[in-house]
């Protein structure tokens, strides 16, 4: 049996690519409506298959991530209302998702939102018993402690702003 | 509905047989733990604390699904995530059994953390460089997750060692408990050294000293003795399992079990 050969592409692909790569873009994190996951880094790659077929990569953030099943689902009827059929959404776990990923229009967004963006790189190790100095989102103070290591979600940590008194999300460094 | 799988990654030319074997135990050991710890929901000591165990516990879940799904096409069976986690029988299950031991008081399951989180970081530091792709992938994630893990656990039992009379009454009665159980982290067979020879496993004996100095140094803060004796309970590997097991999968299993096949 032969292999059917590879399908030529096509003069339009790249406009299309463009479209899809635009659509997925798009979807906005289930948590944090502010945050494309694009800009999250949670969106790998957009590619058309052998078939023409249309095949979005995404990575979760944390392991036990709730929202990728949500994101997964996004990202296709995303893709769907674009023109797109059958499209297919493929998660990987490698290379790990870092907050390094996260593009500085997101972390912008994150602030305006009233979520602290992750402080420095995450490379390296982290101290035993180090503590990260967390600027308020509200009031831009440095004078903040950490409530609760674990916040709303795997990816936050609770903080209180000692200057404003105001309490607010920090995004972890992982 | 639009389809959504997970791309596999497999890729290693170890023995299927000995690397589900291998992946099942790093599942299993994930996937107790973070069901005992999902039982402190609605009854954790703190709200901040309820979230903490529940995230934790979360991680551990996540990093068990991708473990059991590689494990699945490793096997080549067909078995999905769901039927390696609720169809097996408590004689399948290959965790540690510091992992299914009821979670006690505060101070047990803080301490409990911690010991097996001193092991985790270094082991999934160490797994990062498995020939087998899906493995390093894994590990790369929750060695991140599990620095936070250990660091979470280290702050609350420095509090709870060097808290009030009561905090540390219960601190040293766990420690008491709980020492005899650490062993079995170190614990290798023939068939996990034929893997560390073939570059996918991680030897698990030569993670002790970094264990241990992790261990001194949190006990230190905490004004902690470190226990003498060296004897530890054995069998999680082959099976052999503490009466503890049975009930705890009889409440994980008992949804999946009574309507087999369901999907969502």
């Known amino acids: 049996m032969t292999t059917p050969a590879p399908r030529r592409p096509e003069p339009d692909d790249a406009m299309r690519l463009a479209r899809a790569r635009a659509a997925a873009a798009s979807v906005a994190d289930p948590e944090i409506p502010v945050l494309s996951i694009e800009d999250l880094g949670v969106l790998r790659e957009v590619r058309l298959d052998g078939d023409g077929r249309v095949e979005a990569v995404i990575t979760p953030t944390y392991s036990g991530c709730p929202a990728m099943s949500m994101i997964a689902v996004d990202v296709a009827l995303a893709l769907e209302k674009a023109g797109f059929a059958e499209p297919r959404v493929v998660t990987v776990l490698s290379p790990a998702w870092t907050t390094d990923w996260m593009t500085e229009r997101g972390r912008e967004a994150l602030r305006r939102y009233g979520i602290a963006p992750p402080v420095g790189l995450a490379g390296g190790r982290r101290a035993l018993f180090g503590e990260t100095e967390v600027a308020c989102p509200h009031c831009r103070s440095a004078e903040t402690e950490r409530i609760s290591e674990f916040g709303s979600t795997a990816c936050k940590a609770l903080y209180r702003c000692r200057s404003c008194r105001e309490p607010f999300d920090y995004f972890k460094c992982i | ?264």
């Open chain 2, 1 to 264: 509905m639009p389809r959504v799988r997970r791309r596999p990654e497999t890729g290693t030319d170890a023995m299927p047989s000995a690397l589900f074997d291998y992946t099942l135990r790093l599942a299993d050991d994930a996937l107790v733990l973070g069901h005992r710890l999902s039982e402190w929901t609605s009854r954790a000591p703190t709200l901040e604390e309820e979230m903490a165990l529940a995230n934790v516990a979360l991680d551990l879940i996540g990093q068990a699904r991708a473990l059991y799904a590689h494990a699945g096409e490793v096997e080549g069976r067909g078995r999905s995530e769901d039927d390696l986690a609720y169809f097996r029988e408590e004689g399948e299950f290959r965790n540690l059994l510091i992992a299914e031991l009821p979670n006690g008081d505060f101070a047990f399951t803080v301490l409990r953390q911690v010991l097996v989180s001193a092991f985790m970081l270094p082991f999934w530091e160490a797994l990062e460089r498995s020939r087998d792709p899906t493995l390093a992938a894994v590990a790369a994630k929750a060695a991140k997750e599990v620095a936070y893990h250990l660091r979470h656990g280290s702050e609350w039992l420095v509090r709870l060692g060097d808290g009030t009379a009561e905090s540390r009454r219960r601190t040293l009665a766990a420690l008491d408990e709980l020492w005899p159980w650490a062993g079995e982290l170190f614990e290798m067979d023939p068939a996990e050294r034929a893997l560390v020879e073939a570059g996918v496993a991680v030897d698990r004996e030569a993670l002790r000293p970094r264990w241990s100095a992790t261990i001194d140094a949190v006990f230190a803060e905490a004004g902690l003795p470190r226990p003498r004796g060296g004897w530890s309970q054995t069998g999680g590997r082959r099976g052999v399992h503490t009466e503890h097991l049975g009930p705890m999968l009889a409440v994980m299993q008992s949804l999946a079990r009574a309507h087999p096949g369901a999907t969502w």
